[in-house]
Nanobody, 115 residues
Framework: QVQLVESGGGVVQAGGSLRLSCVVS????????MAWYRQAPGKERELVAS???????RYADFVKGRFTISRDIAEKTVYLQMNSLKAEDTAVYFC?????????WGQGTQVTVSS
């Protein structure tokens, strides 16, 4: 079983930065992809960024160059660097790992951006 543990959330002022971390219990490149999702109150969970086994990266349009997904394969960790945070970025952020017909989720970490 794949275990995912997120950390790095907190409260930050608009315009500030946070770096989220997701520690994975097995090799990241043994998985099809890793991704960050977020879910705000009353809204559906939405994809923020993803990185495939081969290193291909995708971002949601609302990131607008503010967020960066990266990985440290040796440390089995995926990061989400979030800069220029806005109030609308407030959400619970989840780490997701995918392999064929199987999805693994972390418990989530709260990000609150105050205006």
């Amino acid at each position: 079983q794949v275990q995912l543990v997120e950390s790095g959330g907190g409260v930050v002022q608009a315009g500030g930065s946070l770096r989220l971390s997701c520690v994975v219990s097995r090799s990241i490149v043994s998985l099809d992809s890793m991704a960050w999702y977020r879910q705000a109150p009353g809204k559906e969970r939405e994809l923020v960024a993803s990185i495939s086994r081969g290193g291909s990266i995708r971002y949601a349009d609302f990131v607008k160059g503010r967020f960066t997904i990266s990985r440290d394969i040796a440390e089995k960790t995926v990061y989400l660097q979030m800069n220029s945070l806005k109030a609308e970025d407030t959400a619970v952020y989840f780490c997701k790992a995918t392999e064929m017909w199987r999805t693994h989720w972390g418990q989530g970490t709260q990000v609150t951006v105050s205006s």
